[in-house]
């Protein structure tokens, strides 16, 4: 089978995803992605495209044709096509082309693109107070687009793959049977550095990419008072390379992801590979969804984020068991290698579904 995954190399998820469809027997995948990031993945097996220039017009027609051309190419090439977040032409022609060639094809929702403020708040005590004040994804997020785009891949015969928090927004009456996935990393690559047992200055680290969403003004002020009463070294992670990041997240003894969204991220999938304690808010309506309740990440919210941070400064042997089990969860769950199996096995139960019909 040949995978075609495209159009947006989110966190780096695709592009690991292609390099992992590689590893099994029998298949292909390449990658075809818009624009690029410096702090993301790029693997031997992904073309990326320039991004649209918003002000040269030449440029943004030289683009569409590009675009178009390696669209074309790419799918008469591809079996199956996985699809990240949105459409990879405008207006969807590249969905209604897709349609019409009756290939299996999925598509996987990322983050604000579908996520839905009004359930958000719901089912989250503490998501309201960041929408207020400056919440880094208010601007993508809306009930209209979500529904829009789950509409448009519905309307072009796609089925519907997420993590557990956003199968939450996933409009069932849409698509009625949804699959399950998680975020996933090359294993291989995160080598685990437990914390020590018998260490009483911990190292703990923050790493925000978005200080509101992730609660860094709560935390900040926190670590500040804790301070003055526990012995401790704390690292804000700002402006740096990813791979001083992730140098820093392999050295420390206690990773803190966020306390607001209520979901984690791949920061936190980072770090539970690397054999890191991990705090984070995790809202009960996630384990409602799909997101198995065996994971060891230490659920904190802004309510309880001092209480637990002193339970994890003051416990070395706790922090060393809890960062056994993540690496044991992150190689169970969040392995690439596996969930490409598992996609691999998913487009064929839709082949197979297409041909019934």
Not at 207 to 234: C, H, M, Q, R, W
Request: aromatic content about 12%.
């Amino acid at each position: 089978m040949k995978i075609l995954v495209l159009p947006h190399n989110v966190a780096s998820m695709p592009s690991i995803s292609v390099e992992a469809f590689n590893r099994i027997k029998g298949v292909q995948a390449r990658g075809l992605f818009i624009g690029r990031h410096k702090y993301h993945f790029e693997g031997p097996n992904s073309f990326f495209i320039e991004a649209n220039s918003k002000t040269n017009i030449v440029s943004r027609i030289l683009s569409l044709f590009k675009r178009t051309f390696w669209f074309i190419r790419s799918v008469l090439w591809a079996d199956a096509v996985y699809y990240v977040w949105n459409s990879f032409l405008p207006c969807g022609i590249d969905l209604k082309i897709l349609n019409w060639l009756h290939k299996p094809r999925l598509v996987e929702w990322m983050g604000s693109e579908i996520r839905i403020p009004e359930i958000a708040m719901k089912l989250n005590p503490y998501i309201q107070e960041a929408y207020d004040n400056g919440y880094e994804y208010a601007g993508l997020e809306s009930k209209t687009n979500s529904l829009a785009i789950q509409e448009k891949f519905k309307r072009n015969g796609f089925e519907a793959i997420a993590i557990s928090e956003l199968n939450i927004y996933i409009d069932r009456t849409l698509f009625p049977s949804r699959y399950i996935t998680f975020q996933r990393l090359d294993m291989k690559v995160f080598q685990p550095v437990y914390p020590s047992a018998s260490n009483f200055r911990p190292l703990i680290i923050h790493s925000p990419t978005a200080p509101i969403a992730k609660g860094t003004n709560y935390i900040l002020p926190v670590i500040e008072e804790l301070k003055k009463e526990y012995s401790f070294d704390f690292i804000l992670l700002q402006n740096m390379k990813r791979e001083e990041v992730l140098e820093r997240m392999q050295q420390c003894d206690v990773f803190i992801d966020q306390i607001i969204i209520g979901a984690h991220g791949l920061a936190s999938t980072e770090a539970m590979a690397f054999g890191k304690p991990v705090m984070c808010y995790l809202m009960p309506a996630i384990f409602e969804n799909g997101f198995p309740s065996e994971c060891p990440i230490f659920n904190t919210n802004r309510d309880t984020l001092k209480e637990q941070l002193i339970r994890l400064i003051s416990n070395p042997a706790l922090r060393h068991e809890l960062g056994i089990k993540s690496r044991q969860y992150a190689e169970k769950y969040h392995d690439a290698d596996k969930i490409a199996k598992d996609v691999y096995e998913v487009f064929k139960e839709i082949q197979m579904k297409q041909h019934r019909t």
